[in-house]
C-alpha cells in the first residue's frame, strides 16, 4: 500500500466543511461557507502546489470529487492546479457512482477497504467522511493541515471520534497568519 496524506483546511476549531466557498456544502444548516478564503496567499500556494505535484495520485470522496469535477475541468485561467488535477489519477471511493465517471483520469473504488490495496502514494483533498474512515482504520501516513485563524462555532470537524499519536514533521506560518503544519504517525516503540 502507498503511502496516505491527508490535505486539509481546519478552523481553529477543528471544522472542516465548506471552506472554498459559500454554498460548498450546507448541510446542517452550515452558512458559514468560504471561511478559508481569507488565508489564501502565496505561502499556502507554494506549499499546495509542492503537494499537489508530486508522485501519486488523489482520493476523494464521492460528494467532493464530485464538487471538484464540477468546477476545474472548466477552468482555462492558467491556475497550475488545473493541469495538474485534471491530469492526475483520481480514486473516488463511493458506492453510489457508476464507471464511467466523468472526469478524465477518475477510477471508482467501491468500498474505503480497497483502498489498502491501492500501491500509488494518494493524496485526500477534503473528503470529511473518507478522512476519517481512513484515518479509523489507522491508514494515515501524514497529514497536512492547514489551521486558519477563525473560530466558526459549528460544523463537521476532521477528528470528531478519531485517536491517533503524532509527532510534527514542519511547520510554517503564512503571512495570512494560517498555520500549515506537517505530521507524521508517530513510530511506535
Do not use: C
Not at 25 to 47: K, L
Not at 145 to 171: C, F, I, K, T, Y
Amino acid at each position: 500500500m502507498g503511502k496516505i496524506t491527508l490535505v486539509e483546511h481546519l478552523s481553529l476549531d477543528g471544522v472542516m466543511q465548506a471552506p472554498a466557498a459559500a454554498d460548498e456544502d450546507t448541510r446542517d444548516g452550515f452558512a458559514r461557507g468560504g471561511w478559508a478564503v481569507p488565508g489564501n496567499d502565496e505561502v499556502m500556494g507554494g506549499v499546495l502546489g509542492t503537494r499537489m505535484g508530486g508522485d501519486g495520485a488523489l482520493l476523494f470522496g464521492r460528494r467532493t470529487y464530485e464538487q471538484f469535477h464540477g468546477y476545474w475541468p472548466r477552468q482555462t485561467d492558467g491556475n497550475p492546479f488545473t493541469e495538474v488535477l485534471n491530469k492526475t489519477t483520481k480514486y473516488v471511493v463511493s458506492r453510489t457512482l457508476r464507471e464511467p465517471l466523468p472526469w478524465t483520469n477518475s477510477v471508482l473504488v467501491g468500498d474505503v477497504g480497497d483502498v489498502a490495496g491501492i500501491e500509488e502514494g494518494l493524496t485526500v483533498l477534503g473528503s470529511g467522511v473518507l478522512a476519517r474512515e481512513l484515518m479509523r482504520r489507522g491508514l494515515v501516513d501524514e497529514w497536512l493541515l492547514m489551521v486558519h485563524p477563525v473560530v466558526l462555532g459549528a460544523g463537521r470537524r476532521l477528528l470528531d471520534g478519531v485517536a491517533a499519536d503524532l509527532r510534527v514533521a514542519e511547520s510554517v506560518t503564512t503571512p495570512a497568519g494560517v498555520v500549515i503544519v506537517r505530521y507524521e504517525k508517530r513510530e511506535e516503540a
